[in-house]
């Protein structure tokens, strides 16, 4: 089949081609460029010299030749795409946050400065976390053309971290704390001050505290697995890597119990605890392909899914019992982008959902 990808020059555009050109149902891939149409994709991108030397074109042409198109665009941006690529019958995968809120316009519009400019496009589009939304996307295809709400990066790793626990009843009262590192890509190709390498390099920093546009998602992820509303604590930090989101999630199981001392080293008990938690995690996510929970005493980290589709997930518990520790890692690229974004298309077109995803994570 023949696949375009706009925004093609930016980094998930970047990843999508790397991972379609070794899709075997992508035939021909499309790619198109605002800035850059006319230019070679192995000018822009060297790494491509003589694996593909496709000329970049203009969005309409990649939609009008195209049997699904994926939009790696700025929030904001990719909307004004979706509804020629619907109209014209095709499926539109969009990795921005345009369409990952649903009928919420005032929960999108308050945090991406924005209203929808299409409203009824939302009856077509879903957001695309498989593991909790997988049933949604086929039934939805199987009626026509698609939109993927593809989530964002920093949602996919707490929400996939917290599924389990969320679903099964197992919060209880009190904010879930996500702490999460991510790599300098998941800021994109533009420039800025604080993406910068002096700024970045050799030194760790929060970013957005309290005001991180990935909370409502996360947020409204949370809520919807408990089934009730979930207070979320988010802070987003920079790390010195190229890739990954690491997130430290802590989650409140229950108070203290009355004269049990905080500081005493955690009882064969607490163990035993954390052991029956992992196998709730391992069985709730037993036919997943790409979630993998390690075993206990492990600990999860960027390291094992770089350049996968995975989601590591490791499962603690604090010296009381009282918190549940998880931390999941992803590759913000893939798993985080572009990975799960052909998950979906895999979905919408019946393909196995791991193909052209089998990549093996590269461990250093
Ligand atoms: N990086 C990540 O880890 C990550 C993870 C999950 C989701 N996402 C989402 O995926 C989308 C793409 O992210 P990215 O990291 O690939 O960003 P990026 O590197 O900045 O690329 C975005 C591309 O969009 C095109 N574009 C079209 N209109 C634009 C406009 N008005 N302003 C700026 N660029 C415009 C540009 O290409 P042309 O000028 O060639 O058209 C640009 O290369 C974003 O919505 C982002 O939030 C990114």
Redo the contacts with the bound molecule.
């Keep these: 089949m023949t696949i375009g990808i706009i925004?093609?020059?930016?980094?998930?555009?970047a990843e999508l081609i790397r991972l379609l050109l070794g899709h075997p149902e992508a035939g021909n891939l499309i790619l198109a460029?605002?800035?850059?149409a006319g230019e070679r994709i192995e000018d822009i991108y060297p790494a491509l010299r003589g694996r593909l030397s496709s000329v970049l074109v203009s969005p309409a042409k990649a939609i009008a030749e195209s049997d699904c198109v994926f939009a790696?665009?700025?929030?904001g941006?990719?909307e004004q795409y979706a509804g020629a690529a619907v109209d014209r019958g095709i499926s539109y995968i969009d990795?921005?946050?345009d369409f990952r809120f649903d009928d919420d316009e005032a929960v999108y519009s308050a945090w991406y400065g924005k209203p929808y400019t299409r409203p009824e496009l939302r009856e077509r589009s879903v957001y695309g976390l498989p593991e909790l939304n997988r049933l949604r996307i086929r039934e939805l295809a199987a009626r026509g053309p698609v939109i993927i709400g593809n989530p964002?990066?920093y949602p996919t790793g707490a929400s996939l971290g917290c599924y389990p626990c969320l679903a099964r009843g197992l919060a209880g009262e009190g904010p879930v704390i996500v702490d999460a590192a991510s790599g300098i890509?998941?800021g994109?190709?533009?420039l800025s001050r604080s993406f910068h390498f002096p700024e970045c390099a050799d030194a760790m920093s929060p970013y957005k505290v309290g005001a991180h546009r990935h909370i409502p998602e996360i947020s409204r992820n949370f809520s919807k697995m408990a089934g009730r509303p979930v207070q979320l604590v988010f802070t987003p930090h920079l790390a010195p890597m190229n890739r990954g989101i690491l997130s430290t999630i802590y989650i409140p199981l229950g108070p203290l119990p009355q004269g049990l001392p905080s500081d005493r080293p955690p009882s064969p008990e607490n163990a035993e605890r954390a052991g029956e938690i992992r196998e709730l995690y391992a069985g709730f996510y037993r036919d997943e392909p790409f979630v993998r929970v390690l075993p206990q005493g492990a600990a999860a980290s960027t390291r094992g899914v770089r350049q996968s589709n995975y989601c590591d997930i490791s499962v603690h518990l604090d010296q009381t019992g009282t918190t549940l520790i998880v931390v999941s890692a992803i590759d913000?690229?893939v798993k985080?982008?572009a990975g799960q974004a052909i998950q979906n298309m895999n979905i919408i077109f019946g393909f196995d959902e791991s193909l052209g995803l089998g990549g093996i994570p590269a461990a250093f």
């Excluded at 460029?33 to 850059?36: A, K, N, P, V």
């Excluded at 790696?72 to 929030?75: C, F, G, I, K, Y």
């Design positions: 925004g093609a020059t930016g980094y998930a555009g460029s605002g800035s850059h790696a665009l700025p929030s941006v990719s990795l921005s946050a964002g990066c890509t998941g994109g190709r533009e913000n690229m985080g982008a």
